[in-house]
């Protein structure tokens, strides 16, 4: 992975845990820079790589995976893979949502069957914060549409005129037996529910559209308030002053020689008055390359990069979208989302098991070195000089006792969660040089083995002591 830029480095102090007996300090902004840019993207095929990510940027250009290149957010619902994420957020900037297609190329349906007779829902997560995230849920917005094969590629965008979210995504309606894709939009406040859909975009004759976003440009830049990039035959672009006004076309961008790209995704430079379109080479598999200009209705402006002029990081990116952060947001993002080592923790009386879950059960199993037996060991959610045991494979899902059995579950940011998932890490009982886990709400009692099964047990025996004992190793 490309090694974090300066001012990440500035930023972040210390991401060291209890267990390697360094302090773990706050994350910090360099004073004079700016804050940075998130990405939310999909990575690739596969039930893993059709997941949500992150990554951040310093500048814009050069981009580093966040959570250690591993999923940010894995979807439990529909088709359990998702693809194209759009992080919204509010205008007031105390809610943000992801919307994504509900899609899971080769892992249960083919591209035939996803144009044809795919999932009509688009998967929602909400969070207040960025950093905790609900449950997705599965939103249906193209059952209203007679005939409506598929949703796919969601956006959404703050319309003033309407005091709501103008939600708007593609769905295949076949005409006379030829696949058309059209882009619909609703109106939605919450992405829960939302009006009947209504046509926003339709090509002539049989030509389809899929992807497009749209980018608000400051007065003073161009003749339109709002620039749509989408992806026809080639990417295109069309101005307007209302986002449900009348659309002009402006050009397009074969004059940069680029073909073969699709997921157009927008950013403003904070420092400049300059823009990224960032575009996905899907048919070289390639992911996001950007192209930049200092006004997006000028089809005759857009430029390539440099050689050298970015780098994309280590996972390949592909149709997402970017938010310019605040210096709250990207203090919150870097503190929860940055990387923290994988460990594992060994039994003592039984050293060849190690604490793992399964189906959501926690237990210690023989010689298991999978993410089902990994564990960030991350500040303890409910104090200072504690732990608490987040999932590698299930981010957001911790070690929480209930009725004095462990379970891996999903934080749901109550105090009584967070008190039940939060641990004293203290010298082992049965060897100072391991550790035991003092249970934060119920400090007689210790996390310990039964049976192979994790407890949380007063512990008064020999062989007490050495179940509750365990080594964080990696």
């Not at 929602?124 to 609900?134: G, Y």
Request: proline share 5%; with cysteine; charged share 20%.
């Amino acid at each position: 992975m490309r090694t974090l830029l300066p001012r990440l480095a500035a930023i972040l102090i210390a991401a060291c845990l209890l267990f390697t007996s360094q302090a773990l300090a706050a994350p910090e902004r360099a004073a004079a820079a700016d804050p940075g840019y998130l990405m939310t993207h999909f990575i690739g095929e596969g039930s893993n790589g059709q997941q949500i990510y992150f990554s951040y940027s310093t500048d814009g250009l050069n981009w580093t995976e966040l959570n250690g290149g591993g999923i940010a957010l894995r979807s439990t619902v529909g088709t359990k893979g998702v693809r194209d994420p759009a992080l919204v957020r509010s205008p007031n900037g105390d809610k943000y949502w992801i919307i994504a297609t509900d899609l899971c190329i080769s892992c249960g349906q083919n591209w035939e069957a996803a144009v044809y007779n795919g999932s009509r829902n688009l998967v929602v997560w909400e969070s207040t914060d960025l950093i905790n995230w609900s449950e997705p849920w599965l939103l249906n917005v193209a059952g209203a549409i007679p005939d409506g094969r598929n949703a796919w590629a969601p956006e959404a965008i703050w319309d003033p005129a309407t005091n709501d979210y103008v939600l708007y995504w593609a769905t295949n309606k076949p005409v006379n037996g030829v696949k058309k894709h059209r882009i619909y939009y609703a109106h939605t406040s919450d992405f829960r529910s939302i009006t009947t859909p209504q046509i926003y975009i339709e090509r002539p004759g049989t030509e389809e559209i899929i992807d497009s976003q749209i980018v608000e440009v400051p007065a003073g830049v161009g003749n339109y308030r709002y620039v749509r990039a989408s992806r026809d035959s080639q990417i295109t672009l069309e101005g307007s002053n209302s986002i449900l006004g009348t659309w002009t076309p402006l050009g397009n961008l074969s004059g940069t020689g680029i073909t073969g790209v699709e997921g157009p995704m927008w950013m403003k430079f904070r420092d400049r008055n300059e823009w990224a379109l960032y575009l996905d080479q899907y048919a070289s598999g390639r992911g996001y390359m950007p192209v930049t200009t200092t006004d997006p209705s000028a089809s005759g402006t857009y430029r390539l990069p440099a050689s050298g002029s970015y780098n994309m990081g280590v996972t390949k990116k592909r149709h997402g979208s970017i938010l310019n952060l605040t210096a709250a947001e990207e203090s919150r993002v870097l503190a929860r989302w940055s990387d923290i080592p994988a460990k594992r923790l060994q039994s003592f009386n039984f050293q060849d098991r190690y604490v793992r879950h399964a189906n959501f059960d926690v237990r210690i199993d023989q010689n298991i070195t999978g993410p089902d037996a990994q564990f960030r060991l991350r500040p303890g959610l409910a104090g200072s000089g504690t732990v608490s045991f987040e999932s590698v494979n299930y981010r957001g899902y911790f070690l929480r006792h209930a009725n004095n059995d462990f379970q891996l579950v999903r934080n749901d940011g109550t105090a009584q969660f967070a008190a039940d998932a939060t641990f004293r890490q203290v010298a082992g009982l049965a060897d100072s040089t391991w550790s035991s886990f003092q249970s934060y709400n119920h400090p007689d009692r210790y996390i310990r083995h039964y049976a192979y099964y994790l407890k949380l047990d007063p512990i008064t025996t020999a062989t007490g002591r050495s179940d509750a004992t365990f080594r964080v190793t990696n």
